[in-house]
């Protein structure tokens, strides 16, 4: 299994442009979110899905829209790139709550700097 | 959402004693109570967790313990090694949506 794949791994925006972070999963998680990453901020929800068709705003969805097709990909997308989305950006994937248990799978990270 | 707290948010120990870091979070309903490592530069990473049914769990050098009446939880690391240096994250969450604490970090000094 891959586990959760995210990309691109960098990029570099100019002030206004819009782009699209993509976030797959092989392990057939129902639950998917993304976070930012910010120095002194810890990890901040933007925004997450319970399954497929249905997603919701986290901590700071402000200027990102996502997503869900299906059950593997869940695709953020910045509609207006601002200096102040310069972060890092994860993707996670979990079963969810149950048995199965409630662990978060991350991707690798996605290191985005708008110029 | 969950309100959840950490202390402290930096840490430094010798190599070779013991590290607590404490989580405080506000959702009574909780039930599930993971720590997180991640290392400079990676992705965070599950190190140990707990659910509610129980006060204490523990893995070779690593433990938690949970407080569900005073809503805190805990990791302790014994015997410390540089290897240790990172910074940890707590998580608490029903399940259904997933807030992280603003992390620990962690120095080792060999």
């Known amino acids: 299994n891959a586990g959760v794949t995210q990309t691109p791994k960098f990029q570099v925006l100019k002030t206004g442009q819009s782009m699209t972070l993509q976030c797959a999963q092989d392990?057939?998680?129902?639950?998917m979110s993304w976070y930012r990453q910010d120095p002194g901020m810890g990890l901040r929800l933007i925004h997450y899905?319970?399954?497929?068709?249905?997603?919701d705003q986290g901590e700071v969805p402000n200027g990102y829209n996502v997503s869900r097709s299906t059950t593997e990909d869940f695709p953020l997308r910045l509609l207006s790139a601002a200096p102040s989305q310069t972060s890092v950006y994860f993707c996670?994937?979990?079963?969810?709550?149950?048995?199965?248990?409630?662990?978060?799978?991350f991707g690798e990270g996605s290191w985005l700097t708008v110029v | 959402g969950e309100n959840v707290e950490q202390h402290p948010s930096t840490l430094s120990v010798q190599e070779g004693d013991s590290a607590v870091i404490k989580c405080t979070y506000s959702?009574?309903?909780?039930?599930?109570f993971p720590w997180y490592k991640q290392e400079l530069g990676k992705r965070p990473q599950l190190i140990i967790d707990?659910?509610?049914?129980?006060g204490e769990k523990k893995d070779q050098r690593i433990a938690v313990t949970l407080n569900k009446t005073a809503k805190h939880f805990s990791l302790h690391i014994t015997e410390t090694q540089p290897e240790d240096s990172a910074v940890y994250f707590c998580?608490?969450?029903?399940?259904?949506?997933?807030?992280f604490g603003t992390g620990t970090s962690l120095t080792v000094i060999p």
């Open positions: 996670a994937s979990s079963y969810g709550p149950g048995e199965r248990g409630n662990t978060i799978y």
């Open positions: 392990m057939n998680h129902e639950y």
């Open positions: 899905s319970v399954g497929a068709g249905i997603t």
């Open positions: 959702d009574s309903a909780s039930n599930y």
């Open positions: 707990i659910r509610s049914n129980v």
């Open positions: 998580a608490p969450n029903t399940g259904n949506q997933f807030y």
